[in-house]
């Protein structure tokens, strides 16, 4: 058993970070509470630094790790950027001198996290941050990911539970222990697969997807989905008929660029045409994202013959394997992530 404290970020008239759904200061704490319950039942004896939405200073997080004699500190944030297209995960300890079970306990927390939540590794770093130079114990401080993007932001607000889980798997482990009963919830029930692991997913091909249930002799019925939602979310004035043409795939890339303008300011020309610009703005997107790009890639994969099962905007483990198994009948890198040359395929 260890004493742990759990410190999650700004409160009170500090709200940290601010995205356009959140606060950095609500979905720490979030985190943190759940992440409190899943040590406990691993035995440890967790505080927090705040249970409420209060103002602590950095020095009285600090002193009250070190006045609670605890062993390791977990101070938990979201990060932020100008630039909307700044995404990623990233851990900090103390720039100064540390312990080897402060580095350890980093490469644990760090690799567990970065393996599970499915965007940038920006990798294990050091800082020279107050919580972690004052505190006397192990300390780490953790970036989730980026509130001040629009998928990142996602993950921040509906993906506490996991978070947690990913959080205090690695303590578990770093402490030497073993995980038990971890949750998971249903778009990430594993964790996303290295690329060396996927001949394991590897689907068998499905070029052709199931007619539709209807009298409808013609016509796909996710394809119809498709279109019926690209006419409600971008005005498209497609035929809803199940059969995927030139119209419906310059829909699809009207919608592409209309995300990219909307979540990444990319200043495009929404005129459904795959070109050197729009090629250029194109942004990856990983397992674990959710949003419309995800589900355009989903529609434009039961255009073409593959079943990712879902047109839910969540990239879960269905929609990898669909990647996949595209990425690997188009002589792509098969690592189901969806960058240029995937989309490339996908809008050809
Ligand atoms: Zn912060």
Redesign the pocket.
């Known amino acids: 058993m260890a004493k742990i404290v759990i410190d999650p970020?700004?409160g009170g008239h500090d709200p940290?970070?601010v995205g356009s759904r959140s606060k950095?200061k609500d979905n720490?704490l979030n985190v943190a509470k759940r992440l409190k319950t899943l040590l406990e039942k691993h035995g440890h004896d967790v505080s927090l630094t705040r249970s409420t939405d209060k103002f602590i200073s950095l020095s009285g997080r600090a002193s009250f790790a070190n006045q609670l004699g605890a062993d390791y500190f977990v101070s938990l944030?979201?990060?932020s950027a100008v630039n909307k297209s700044a995404t990623g995960f990233e851990t900090f300890i103390y720039n100064g001198s540390v312990s080897k079970s402060t580095k350890d306990f980093q490469n644990a927390v760090h690799e567990e996290i970065a393996n599970n939540i499915g965007i940038r590794d920006r990798g294990k770093k050091r800082a020279n941050f107050a919580v972690l130079r004052l505190t006397n114990m192990a300390a780490i401080l953790i970036?989730y990911a980026f509130i001040s993007n629009m998928n990142d932001e996602d993950i921040l607000i509906n993906q506490v539970d996991e978070l947690a889980q990913w959080t205090c798997n690695g303590i578990v482990k770093a402490l030497g222990g073993t995980v038990k009963d971890p949750v998971k919830s249903p778009p990430k029930e594993q964790p996303t697969p290295a690329p060396e692991l996927e001949p394991v997913l590897r689907p068998a091909p499905q070029p052709q997807p199931k007619p539709p249930q209807n009298k409808q002799p013609s016509g796909n019925a996710n394809i119809k989905k498709f279109q019926q939602w690209l006419n409600s979310q971008y005005n498209s004035g497609l035929v809803v008929d199940g059969i995927y043409g030139p119209r419906t795939k310059k829909a699809a890339i009207k919608g592409f660029q209309t995300e990219l303008n909307k979540q990444f300011n990319a200043g495009l020309k929404v005129d459904g045409i795959w070109g050197p610009k729009t090629r250029a703005a194109t942004v990856n997107v990983y397992k674990g994202a959710k949003g419309n790009l995800t589900k355009i890639i989903q529609g434009m994969l039961f255009s073409k013959g593959y079943d990712p099962k879902f047109l839910d905007g969540v990239f879960g483990n269905a929609t990898a394997t669909a990647v996949l198994a595209f990425q690997r009948d188009n002589g792509l890198t098969r690592d189901a992530i969806v960058g240029k040359k995937t989309f490339e395929k996908l809008f050809a």
């Open positions: 970020g700004h940290g970070a950095e720490v944030h979201n990060n970036e």
